[in-house]
C-alpha cells in the first residue's frame, strides 16, 4: 500500500521461535531508531525465547500472538494491511512451511496472508533442516510467489554445531529491509547460477612496522554489492580489503587481504571462474618502493624521510585483457573535477581508457561516498550509455548495479 508523505514506515516485525529470536531485539532497534514504525507479532513458542515485555517496550505497542486477541480490531486483518513491509527474523523451518502452505492458526501466519506489501523471511535453522528436500521445497514455493526468502549466514549455531542456517547479522537485516521499503523489486533472483566476485575497501601498503599509505574507503559499497548478489542468487566471493566493523554477508564467501598485489592475486584468481567481476575496492595506486624493517624515526635536525613510490598493478585493465568473451567486468571511479575537466569527462576517459563493460563512478569529497552510509553517481556504459544514480543507501545503488548487470547479460543472451 502507498505511503502517506511525512508517515513513518509501517513495518511488521514476525518472530519465529529458534534460538535466534532474541537477535530480533536488535533488529526491531535498528528499525525504530532509523525511524520506521515497527509492530512486532511472535509466535507462540518465539516467547519462550523472548517475553513479550521486551518487544512492546521496545516498539511501543502490544504484542499478541492469536487471531482473537483485541477482537474488535480485527488484527489479523489489520496489521498485514497496514504494512509497508513484513519481516520474518528469525524464520524457522515449521514458519517457513505455515507459510508456503497457507496456514493462518495464529495472527503472524495470519497477517502474512493479508500482507500486500514486500514480505521477506530471514531463515534461520540447523544446517540439516535448511537443506532438507521439505524446506527447499517450501523456500522455492514462497520465492515463486514474489516473496523474498533470503539466504543464511554460514556459522557456529546451537551447541558445537557450525555451517550454513545461521540468522544473517542483524545489521544487514536492517540495511535489507530499508533496501525493500525504498525499492520494493530490488532483490530478484535473476542471478542465480553466476559466479561473481566482488572487491571491496581499501588497500594499506606498508611503509614501515607501523605505518603505512591507505585511504578512506569503508568497505561499505562493496559489501552491499556482495550481500545483494548474493541475495539475487549469485556464487558470491567478496575479496575483502581493509574495512570498518562489517558483517560479512550472508550467503557470500569472504576473502581478506591487506595490499594492491595481494588483492590483484585474489580477485585475479577468483576470476578464472567468475561470471561478472566487480571491482568497488579502493586501490592505491603506488606503494613504497621499499619497506622499512624497523619503525622510521624522527630526526633530531627536524627533517623529514623522503619516500620513493612505485606504481601498483592495474587491477581493473588486467582483468579486461585477460576476460573471456563472456565475462562482465564492473569498475569502480571515485572522481573529482579540476581545471581539466568536470567528475563525467574523467569519468568517460577513464572507462574508455580501462575496457570495462560498466563503470559506476562516485563524485568524492567531504561527506561524499568514502565513510558514509549514503550514495549516488552514474552508471557508464560501454555502449555510451549514462544513467544517475539517485541518492540513496548503498544497498540501492547496489542493487542499480546488478539489474544493470542483469539487463546487459540478456543483451548478450546469457
Request: glycine content about 10%; some cysteine; charged content about 25%.
Amino acid at each position: 500500500m502507498s505511503q502517506a508523505p511525512g508517515r513513518k514506515p509501517r513495518v511488521v516485525l514476525g518472530v519465529g521461535g529458534g534460538i535466534a529470536a532474541y537477535k530480533a531485539c536488535e533488529v526491531l532497534r535498528g528499525l525504530t531508531e532509523s525511524g520506521h514504525d515497527v509492530r512486532v507479532v511472535p509466535t507462540d513458542a518465539a516467547l519462550n525465547f523472548v517475553g513479550a515485555a521486551t518487544f512492546e517496550a521496545l516498539s511501543g505497542h502490544p504484542v499478541h500472538t492469536g487471531v482473537f486477541s483485541d477482537v474488535p480490531s480485527v488484527q489479523h486483518v489489520r496489521i498485514g494491511h497496514e504494512a509497508d513491509l513484513v519481516l520474518v527474523v528469525p524464520a524457522t523451518a515449521d514458519l517457513l512451511a505455515r507459510a508456503a502452505h497457507g496456514r493462518a492458526d495464529d495472527l503472524l501466519t495470519g497477517t502474512l496472508l493479508m500482507a500486500r506489501c514486500p514480505v521477506a523471511f530471514f531463515p534461520a535453522m540447523h544446517t540439516e533442516m535448511w537443506q532438507h528436500p521439505a524446506t527447499r521445497d517450501n523456500v522455492a514455493l514462497l520465492r515463486s510467489r514474489g516473496l523474498v526468502v533470503t539466504e543464511p549466514d554460514s556459522g557456529r549455531l546451537t551447541g558445537v554445531d557450525s555451517g550454513p542456517g545461521r540468522l544473517a547479522d542483524p545489521r544487514e537485516i536492517v540495511d535489507l529491509a530499508k533496501l525493500l521499503l525504498a525499492a520494493p523489486d530490488a532483490l530478484p533472483r535473476d542471478l542465480e547460477g553466476l559466479r561473481v566476485v566482488v572487491s571491496a575497501g581499501g588497500t594499506r601498503e606498508p611503509l614501515d612496522p607501523v605505518r603505512y599509505l591507505g585511504n578512506r574507503s569503508s568497505g561499505k559499497q562493496g559489501y552491499a554489492l556482495a550481500r545483494v548478489a548474493a541475495q539475487r542468487g549469485a556464487d558470491v566471493t567478496l575479496v575483502a580489503a581493509h574495512t570498518v566493523d562489517l558483517p560479512g554477508p550472508a550467503g557470500a564467501t569472504v576473502r581478506h587481504v591487506s595490499t594492491a598485489e595481494q588483492l590483484a592475486e585474489a580477485v585475479r584468481a577468483e576470476a578464472e571462474r567468475a561470471d561478472v567481476v566487480v571491482m568497488a575496492a579502493a586501490v592505491a595506486d603506488f606503494r613504497p618502493a621499499s619497506r622499512a624493517e624497523h619503525k622510521i624515526k624522527k630526526t633530531d635536525d627536524g627533517g623529514a624521510p623522503t619516500v620513493d613510490l612505485v606504481r601498483n598493478p592495474d587491477i581493473l585493465a588486467g582483468l579486461v585483457e585477460n576476460r573471456r568473451p563472456d565475462q562482465i567486468v564492473v569498475g569502480f571511479a571515485a572522481e573529482t573535477g579540476d581545471a581539466g575537466g568536470d567528475v563525467l569527462h574523467h569519468a568517460r576517459a577513464k572507462l574508455k581508457r580501462k575496457g570495462a563493460d560498466l563503470l559506476v563512478v562516485n563524485a568524492v569529497g567531504e561527506g561524499k561516498a568514502f565513510e558514509v552510509e549514503d550514495n549516488s553517481g552514474w552508471l557508464l556504459g560501454a555502449d555510451g550509455t549514462e544513467v544517475p544514480i539517485p541518492f540513496g543507501a548503498k544497498a540501492q545503488l547496489a542493487a542499480a548495479v546488478w539489474d544493470a548487470v542483469a539487463s546487459l547479460r540478456k543483451t548478450q543472451g546469457g
